[in-house]
């Protein structure tokens, strides 16, 4: 599909994009993951903190990207590094509600702490529930949107525009509103892109991207042309529709079945209670690819990966609680 320099520089992109669930053979080994998770601890996290108000608030997310695998562990951590985990978390929530992204993920990591110190009341059938909830909700409402009867991102914008809004001091930035669907007109695009090009089933290579109007008319404000001669978009914020242009509906599920195999383990076939959670987190992180999640070969995704990684891992399913909170700890020892 590449006709120039650029949409081969876009195919190495790509590539490397989608390359990440490589991360699997190697995270899976919990050494090698204890290892990196001590590195970054002991040597990036103290330089992200000593230089954070040289980073914008809204962008501190991406650089913490291995803490919302650690945030999940704070009611196992030392103290001194719960405190740590603790205020970070609500730092990531409370000072940018502008970023959604961060604030919902944080909360969702503040909520598997919660929900391994409150373990007692969880049933196994709950967590099977949760599990299945998130796979099929997202479908269910994905087909309402494509085929007209109910679009939620539209409904939730219609009854909360205006009542929640963001404050920014800087002139510049201006005020947002919240509750702005940013989403739909992606999904549009996508969709129209692909039947109207035939690239349904198997994609349009990572070399192209979805034909966009929104781009169209920003590059016309700026009077610029894009360098491959043609009106796309390589990729969106969002990473399900980034994997269905690129490799189409089976590409997609075969996406998504990494995914779904994954938390299937940790739920079904853990012998502790964190693996059970992180399957959760797993399932979660697949609903929020439809929201979010941008593909990348970038920390946040990698991370991701690292967590995708753990449920494919025999050896972390096999540990009892003990044991797994042995292998978190010894990644805070001297």
């Not at 920014?168 to 992606?186: A, V, W």
């Not at 692909?194 to 290579?205: C, D, F, P, Q, S």
Request: net charge neutral; hydrophobic share 45%; charged share 15%.
């Amino acid at each position: 599909m590449a006709e120039n320099y650029w949409e081969y520089k876009q195919l190495i992109d790509g590539s490397l994009m989608l390359s990440v669930p490589l991360f699997i053979y190697v995270f899976a080994i919990p050494e090698i993951l204890q290892k990196t998770l001590r590195l970054w601890v002991k040597v990036s996290l103290p330089i992200l903190l000593a230089t954070f108000y040289l980073n914008e608030i809204g962008t501190f997310h991406y650089c913490l990207g291995p803490a919302f695998l650690l945030f999940c562990f704070y009611p196992i951590a030392p103290k001194k590094w719960m405190i740590v985990f603790l205020a970070l978390i609500v730092l990531m929530i409370v000072t940018d509600l502008g970023a959604r992204s961060q604030v919902i993920k944080s909360t969702v990591t503040l909520m598997i702490g919660v929900a391994y110190l409150c373990s007692n009341f969880l049933k196994p059938l709950m967590l099977k529930m949760i599990h299945w909830i998130c796979y099929i909700t997202p479908i269910i409402l994905l087909y309402l949107g494509i085929s007209g009867i109910y679009n939620p991102l539209e409904s939730m914008s219609d009854s909360y525009k205006g009542k929640y809004t963001q404050v920014y001091s800087d002139d510049d930035r201006g005020d947002e509103d919240l509750s702005d669907d940013t989403r739909t007109h992606i999904y549009v695009e996508v969709i129209e892109s692909a039947v109207k090009n035939n690239y349904i089933w198997l994609g349009r290579t990572p070399a192209r991207g979805n034909d966009s109007w929104v781009m169209v008319d920003t590059w016309s404000y700026m009077g610029v042309l894009p360098a491959t001669g043609k009106y796309e978009r390589h990729s969106n914020e969002v990473c399900h529709p980034n994997v269905f242009t690129w490799l189409g509906l089976i590409g997609l599920i075969l996406y998504g079945l990494m995914y779904l195999k994954s938390s299937y383990l940790s739920v079904y076939k853990s012998n502790n209670i964190w693996m059970k959670l992180l399957g959760l987190h797993t399932a979660f992180r697949w609903t929020f690819g439809w929201l979010e999640d941008m593909t990348n070969f970038d920390i946040p995704n990698i991370t991701l990966w690292m967590m995708i990684a753990m449920g494919f891992s025999e050896r972390f399913r096999q540990m009892n609680n003990q044991q797994f909170t042995e292998w978190v700890q010894k990644i805070f020892a001297k």
